[in-house]
């Protein structure tokens, strides 16, 4: 018991009431966490430090780097700012000119490119109408319009570099020089982190012909594989290939958990009040 006491670290989340329980040995490492768009922390070598200016900030998957999206637009333009967590030195990189939108930022599995969302205000509503490619060597971006694209879509990499989106129930691939590839009926996908580390597997919320709330999908073939159990307020994204990082109801709180992809809790990786939650709480992760 005792060995296991001092391999348990506990980090407190600055701003949201929260203690993560962390340990050496986990598959993943919280990287990045937010309230909404107005309170955004990046982790550092000693603690969370909140990123003043940012609506968000996601860390690259070898860990080196941070990208965040600005609160504000600068000189007409939405921007990407990509920093050297070792050096703290950023580039800004314009995406879009006002009153376009460029956000949800996520990083490409290789850490060369990151993706964004393009929105567009219709009858004083944010619309989703394609997506924004930034090459971070290069300093460039590139906005694709996506003909017919689902107003409440989010667009997020594949593990193969493609582009994935849901349209109603289905899901749709983009891939460059390709027809898009329409996966029927998979029901709406769970958010950034929701390929399997084998990319064997999707999480998607599950088609309302199921009982299920969380559907895992062949990406290959769009068959829903197996129902979970689990009925989480969120899926946050893969522990490993077999289980899944939630946020779950407990006592009229919640917690964030590990799950099998059956659907039983194997860990309880932090207490979360519901003030907490209702204040739009988004964790992210980096495998280590």
């Known amino acids: 018991?005792?060995?296991?006491?001092?391999?348990?670290?506990?980090?407190?989340?600055?701003?949201?009431?929260?203690?993560?329980?962390?340990?050496?040995?986990?598959?993943?490492?919280?990287?990045?966490?937010?309230?909404g768009t107005q309170h955004a922390y990046l982790r550092g070598p000693a603690a969370f430090v909140r990123q003043r200016g940012a609506s968000e900030v996601v860390v690259s998957p070898d860990g080196r780097r941070a990208a965040a999206v600005p609160a504000a637009y600068r000189g007409g333009h939405d921007t990407l700012v990509v920093t050297d967590r070792a050096t703290g030195r950023s580039r800004r990189i314009r995406t879009v000119a006002r009153p376009l939108m460029a956000s949800y930022a996520?990083?490409?599995?290789?850490?060369?490119?990151?993706?964004?969302?393009?929105?567009?205000?219709?009858?004083?509503?944010?619309?989703?109408?394609?997506?924004?490619?930034?090459?971070?060597?290069?300093?460039?971006?590139?906005?694709?319009?996506?003909?017919?694209?689902?107003?409440?879509?989010?667009?997020?990499?594949?593990?193969?570099?493609?582009?994935?989106a849901q349209r109603g129930g289905d899901a749709v691939v983009h891939r460059a020089g390709a027809k898009p590839k329409v996966l029927k009926g998979v029901g709406t996908l769970t958010g950034p982190d929701l390929f399997s580390p084998s990319g064997k597997r999707m999480t998607t919320w599950c088609p309302s012909r199921l009982a299920?709330?969380?559907?895992?999908?062949?990406?290959?073939?769009?068959?829903?594989?197996?129902r979970s159990r689990l009925r989480p307020e969120a899926v946050v994204g893969w522990w490993n290939d077999s289980s899944l990082i939630a946020v779950v109801p407990y006592r009229n709180n919640y917690?964030?958990?590990?799950?099998?992809?059956?659907?039983?809790?194997?860990?309880v990786l932090a207490e979360i009040p519901a003030r907490t939650w209702?204040?739009?709480?988004?964790?992210?992760?980096?495998?280590?």
């Open 1 to 35: 018991m005792l060995s296991v006491l001092v391999a348990l670290a506990l980090i407190p989340l600055p701003g949201a009431s929260v203690v993560l329980h962390e340990r050496p040995a986990d598959p993943v490492r919280l990287t990045a966490y937010g309230l």
């Open 106 to 164: 996520s990083w490409s599995r290789d850490g060369k490119k990151v993706l964004l969302t393009l929105e567009k205000k219709v009858s004083g509503k944010w619309r989703s109408i394609g997506y924004v490619t930034v090459d971070v060597a290069a300093g460039t971006s590139h906005t694709t319009v996506v003909a017919g694209a689902d107003p409440a879509a989010t667009f997020w990499w594949t593990p193969d570099g493609a582009v994935i």
């Open 212 to 226: 299920e709330h969380v559907c895992l999908v062949n990406p290959a073939t769009g068959a829903i594989v197996s």
């Open 255 to 267: 917690r964030l958990v590990v799950a099998g992809t059956s659907g039983s809790v194997e860990r």
């Open 278 to 288: 209702r204040a739009e709480l988004w964790l992210s992760f980096t495998r280590k």
